[in-house]
């Protein structure tokens, strides 16, 4: 998980950095803060999961930053942080997460950290399961797909491939996520990674394409659907 400030506020930059780390350090397994306090360029912003963003830099609008993000990454979290109260309307067109008053900092900052919480505990929770003879740890985000051969599961994650002895109704029940969902008697999908959908197959980010079993297809779509409105 990476988490990125953006400000050219010195004094705000350390305020959000403690906040964040106090607040974040016992929940994600492994995460990382970065600050960009000036060279606002875009190359800068084509990694990040949350990101804390003020909206008047001298050097660059940071609704157009955001609107940058959203181009690399349409799931990133965008978090406004600025004096100019009277752009909140304005920045709602890259949909952020939320945005900080910075004449109502403590409040707000209160406020958007306990709905990441929220929202990371929903859509970014680890499940454990055995893994050659130890207790495996793995972030519901970073599984991409889950394929079933027999009683064997292979869980696909971003940096690595788990079998798992268990049915696939077992292994969904341990996942228990309204993301991951079944789309073929072998495979499951976690939503987060879908990046085309067809009626027959999906397209994940990773370049592997999936075939959709006919009995799911209507499921599937519904549930694509449900998921980008949220």
């Given at each position: 998980m990476l988490i990125k400030i953006v400000d050219d506020d010195q004094v705000f930059v350390k305020k959000i950095k403690d906040i964040?780390?106090?607040?974040?350090?016992?929940?994600?397994?492994?995460?990382?803060?970065?600050?960009?306090?000036?060279?606002?360029?875009?190359?800068?912003?084509?990694?990040?999961?949350?990101?804390?963003?003020?909206?008047?830099?001298?050097?660059?609008?940071?609704?157009?930053?955001?609107?940058?993000?959203?181009?690399?990454?349409?799931?990133?979290?965008?978090?406004?942080?600025?004096?100019?109260?009277?752009?909140?309307?304005?920045?709602?067109?890259?949909?952020?997460?939320y945005f900080i008053r910075k004449d109502n900092f403590d409040r707000d900052m209160k406020i958007a950290c306990n709905l990441i919480k929220k929202y990371i505990n929903k859509n970014h929770k680890i499940i454990t399961f055995d893994f050659n003879g130890k207790k495996t740890a793995i972030q519901l985000s970073d599984i991409i797909y889950l394929e079933s051969f027999l009683h064997e599961i292979t869980i696909h994650t971003s940096s690595n491939s788990y079998k798992y002895s268990s049915t696939f109704n077992k292994m969904m029940s341990l996942i228990n996520s309204t993301n991951i969902v079944r789309i073929h008697k072998s495979y499951a999908v976690n939503l987060f990674w879908v990046k085309e959908i067809y009626k027959e197959e999906l397209l994940l980010r990773n370049g592997v394409t999936l075939k959709i079993g006919k009995k799911y297809q209507q499921d599937v779509l519904a549930s694509y659907k449900e998921y980008l409105l949220k």
């Open positions: 964040v780390y106090d607040n974040f350090k016992d929940i994600f397994l492994d995460y990382s803060i970065e600050c960009i306090t000036s060279n606002f360029e875009a190359q800068y912003f084509e990694k990040g999961d949350i990101f804390f963003l003020d909206i008047d830099l001298k050097e660059k609008n940071g609704i157009k930053i955001a609107e940058e993000i959203r181009e690399n990454n349409s799931n990133a979290i965008i978090i406004f942080v600025s004096a100019m109260n009277d752009m909140i309307f304005d920045s709602l067109i890259v949909q952020p997460f």
